[in-house]
């Protein structure tokens, strides 16, 4: 089944095409950061308007470039929430008017369940059951998974997202938007325990997690050492920038080691913006290969939002038959685990 992929749930516009046979064909992006890097944040009306301008050339070059055309489509799968509204209708206003024009199925599908599977487009996939730890800008989660919409929530952050505390802290140092990334490479030039910073929530029983005390910390060392110009000095910013990223990572490698003895499961899928953080994959594999456990990501692309986890996650539920009816669907608000289960007989693939 030939899928094509749309995603348009935040500030990235996202298409690729997806066989069931021959695995991911092209896949194409465009980012809007550049659009949101003055107001140091996303407005909601301007990244729908951008999609709008944006999608239809995307739609062209990913279909040029996997060689296709529109009819040879078979189904289409977008993401239908959580996410921005009118981002999200967007994205669902074309792939259902595309859909009517084709006569195909349109499947709106969880923008997290596509983070969740985005591992399964490399070379070598997990197999289920597994846990996976959904670490981006909105979640902060670990999830029982037992086969494609067999999920199970165990813990969730219950302020910050772990993405959210990287993007406050990283404003709060005056870096470049978007700012966890940027963090995450000055920290690596940092001096990771010149500042002690605390561990929240990994003194007590339980998955749940909590990053806006590390803010309050950050704010008080800024404040601490602050020049005159209002902030520290750049070697001590380095080090803020370790010591913070470090303690988010064990805060996420703690409770994943927690998840994974709870489930008894030996497999763990990081997904989401934050699992491309270098150092969280190494305290993480480090941490799991002395319990005989492993972990899977995604490349680095497919970690934060992109069509082609939206074309892989859609193929899967359409090819069991799950379609929308002719209307556009969008969930702002939208629990992972209330997602219908696949069929029985492709549980596993
Ligand atoms: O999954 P994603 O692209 O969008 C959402 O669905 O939210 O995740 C974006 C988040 C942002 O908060 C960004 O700062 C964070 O992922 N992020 C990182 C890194 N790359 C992206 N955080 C820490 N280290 C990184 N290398
Ligand atoms: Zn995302």
């Given at each position: 089944?030939?899928?094509?992929?749309?995603e348009t749930?935040?500030?990235?516009?996202g298409?690729?095409?997806?066989?069931?046979?021959?695995?991911?064909?092209?896949?194409?992006l465009?980012?809007?950061?550049?659009?949101?890097?003055?107001?140091?944040?996303?407005?909601?009306?301007?990244?729908?308007?951008?999609?709008?301008?944006?999608?239809?050339?995307?739609?062209?070059?990913?279909?040029?470039?996997?060689?296709?055309?529109?009819?040879?489509?078979?189904?289409?799968?977008?993401?239908?929430?959580?996410?921005?509204?009118?981002?999200?209708?967007?994205?669902?206003?074309?792939?259902?008017?595309l859909g009517?024009?084709?006569?195909?199925?349109v499947?709106?599908?969880h923008?997290?369940?596509?983070?969740?599977?985005?591992?399964?487009?490399?070379?070598?996939?997990?197999?289920?059951?597994?846990?996976?730890?959904?670490v981006?800008?909105?979640h902060?989660?670990?999830?029982?998974?037992?086969?494609?919409?067999?999920?199970?929530?165990?813990?969730?952050?219950?302020?910050?997202?772990?993405?959210?505390a990287?993007d406050?802290t990283?404003?709060?140092?005056d870096?470049?938007?978007?700012?966890?990334p940027?963090?995450?490479?000055?920290?690596?030039?940092?001096?990771?325990?010149?500042?002690?910073?605390?561990?929240?929530?990994?003194?007590?029983?339980g998955?749940?997690?909590?990053?806006?005390g590390?803010?309050t910390?950050?704010?008080?060392?800024?404040?601490?050492?602050?020049g005159?110009?209002?902030?520290?000095?750049?070697?001590?910013?380095?080090d803020?920038?370790?010591?913070?990223?470090?303690?988010?990572?064990?805060?996420?490698?703690?409770?994943?080691?927690?998840?994974?003895?709870?489930?008894?499961?030996?497999?763990?899928?990081i997904?989401g913006?934050?699992?491309?953080?270098?150092?969280?994959?190494?305290?993480l594999?480090?941490?799991?290969?002395?319990?005989?456990?492993?972990?899977?990501?995604?490349?680095?692309?497919?970690?934060?939002?992109?069509?082609a986890?939206?074309?892989?996650?859609g193929?899967?539920r359409?090819?069991?038959?799950?379609?929308?009816?002719?209307?556009?669907?969008?969930t702002?608000?939208?629990?992972?685990?209330?997602?219908?289960a696949?069929?029985?007989?492709?549980?596993?693939?």
């Amino acid at each position: 089944m030939l899928v094509l992929g749309i995603e348009t749930s935040c500030d990235e516009t996202g298409l690729a095409v997806y066989d069931s046979e021959r695995g991911l064909l092209a896949h194409t992006l465009y980012s809007q950061v550049k659009l949101h890097a003055e107001y140091g944040g996303v407005v909601p009306e301007l990244a729908s308007r951008d999609h709008v301008r944006k999608i239809i050339p995307l739609l062209k070059r990913v279909l040029e470039e996997a060689n296709i055309s529109k009819v040879d489509i078979d189904g289409i799968a977008y993401t239908s929430g959580p996410g921005l509204m009118g981002a999200l209708m967007v994205g669902g206003a074309m792939a259902t008017a595309l859909g009517f024009a084709l006569d195909i199925p349109v499947l709106g599908v969880h923008h997290m369940e596509g983070h969740l599977l985005a591992p399964m487009l490399e070379d070598s996939p997990p197999n289920f059951p597994f846990v996976a730890l959904l670490v981006s800008g909105g979640h902060t989660q670990l999830v029982s998974v037992k086969a494609i919409g067999e999920y199970e929530l165990l813990g969730e952050s219950l302020d910050d997202a772990a993405g959210e505390a990287f993007d406050k802290t990283a404003k709060m140092l005056d870096l470049d938007y978007p700012g966890g990334p940027v963090l995450a490479v000055m920290a690596d030039r940092g001096q990771i325990d010149r500042f002690d910073f605390p561990r929240p929530m990994t003194d007590r029983p339980g998955l749940d997690f909590s990053f806006s005390g590390l803010k309050t910390f950050t704010r008080n060392l800024i404040h601490k050492h602050r020049g005159a110009d209002e902030l520290p000095d750049d070697k001590t910013i380095l080090d803020i920038c370790a010591g913070f990223q470090e303690a988010v990572v064990d805060s996420l490698v703690i409770k994943c080691r927690r998840a994974l003895n709870q489930t008894q499961m030996k497999t763990l899928v990081i997904a989401g913006g934050v699992s491309a953080n270098t150092r969280l994959r190494h305290k993480l594999e480090v941490a799991l290969a002395k319990e005989g456990a492993e972990v899977f990501y995604a490349r680095h692309e497919f970690c934060t939002d992109n069509g082609a986890m939206i074309a892989y996650a859609g193929c899967q539920r359409l090819i069991a038959g799950q379609a929308n009816k002719l209307e556009i669907s969008a969930t702002p608000r939208w629990p992972l685990d209330q997602l219908p289960a696949l069929e029985s007989s492709l549980k596993g693939k």
